[in-house]
């Protein structure tokens, strides 16, 4: 009866201050994201469902799940260069909740260190992830979720995700921006491998990836914050038919200077009882300002 009522969790995401201290939570999945800064604070993001969450490590992924969804992670240790150990790293994941029952991902994040330094041979390093991340979705043909694809200080790469039992999860694009998993070879060797949101038809609950200033597959605004966040809010609209529909939004902004503007125009733009949380960190293009993700129902 209980577990109709209480929420369990069934994952953490802790967003952390580089160099602090890992905490056991037990039963629970925790993923640390070494993001948090003293002006953009540390918050816990929990995934929560009705059901009683069961927790188990397969290989180097750690799951938590509960018959109809589950939460994965898996962190790719620092490297010279990133793509086979990524593609290595995906397969293991994406296979660790296939093998326990829930293959449909819809939803997913990355978080790589040192996003736009080179790696030990002059490759971008989100375009070294890039590469590996491709080569695992090529291999397993499996429908490509909503995704994020973030910075983060530390060397390393940390990848978590949501999928479930059930089929039927609709990808949706943006008919203002080319798919980013055919975004041409100007920006790297492989395509970045995301729908721009996943609806899962069950729930109406409708998961919108990390969206910037980009139209077709241009960054549009270069140094133009006002213009980035203008942009990315009609990209935003364009998905969810409607700001206000968004409940849970994180905004990602590369520099802290730029918080205090992006706070009062994210205040304006969506409503007032949506949770809104901020991250600054370096986003995937070195020329993006802002990107916004979240979820609508
Ligand atoms: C873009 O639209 C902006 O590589 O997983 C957004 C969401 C972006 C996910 C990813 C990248 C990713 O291309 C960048």
Partial sequence: MVDTVVPHPLGIVRHVVPGSFDTAVAG????????????SYGFDEVWTTGRPVQVEQVGDVIVGHEGEYAFAAVHVPAADEYAVAVRDSYLELLNAVIGLGYPEVFRIWNTVGRINEPNENGLEIY??????????????????????????????????????????QVAIENRRQVPAYEYPRQYGPRSPSFARATRLPETGQLFVSGTAGI?????????????????TAENLEVLTGDLQALTYVKVYVRSEHDLPTVRRECQRLFAPEASVVYVVTDLCRAELLVEIEGVAV
């Fill in 215 to 231: 139209l077709g597959h241009a960054t549009v605004h270069r140094d133009d914050l006002l213009g980035q966040i203008r942009v």
């Fill in 28 to 39: 629970v999945p925790v993923v640390h994201l070494p993001v948090a800064t003293e002006a």
């Fill in 127 to 168: 375009r070294d992830f890039c590469l590996g991340r491709a080569e695992a979705f090529d291999k397993l043909g499996t429908t490509l979720p909503a995704g994020t694809g973030v910075g983060s200080p530390v060397a390393g790469i940390t990848v978590h995700l949501l999928s479930r039992r059930t089929r039927g």
